[in-house]
């Protein structure tokens, strides 16, 4: 997808790829960069005895949300469930 990355540069002559068949998977959120970009959004949290504006992480791939511990403590929250 991305001929001037260093890693598709490659000296193979097509006359040796070794089926046509070959079906090759792509995902539109790729780019012909190096750079990460992470989806976040600017949360408020609502602990037993205060609130505090936090930076979260969208991870759509993700089964369950996840909070640090030193956040947790400082807000007096206490894990549900295992």
Do not use: F, W
């Not at 598709?8 to 539109?28: G, M, N, R, V």
């Not at 969208?58 to 206490?78: F, V």
């Amino acid at each position: 997808m991305c001929p001037e990355l260093p890693h598709h540069k490659t000296q193979e002559d097509p006359k040796e790829l070794k089926s046509p068949e070959i079906a090759e998977t792509t995902l539109s959120n790729l780019a012909c960069s190096s750079k990460v970009i992470i989806k976040t959004v600017n949360v408020n949290i609502v602990g037993k005895h205060e609130q505090r504006k936090v930076r979260a992480l969208i991870d759509d791939g993700s089964q369950r949300p996840y909070i640090a511990d030193s956040l947790a403590r400082e807000l007096g929250l206490t894990p549900v469930g295992n």
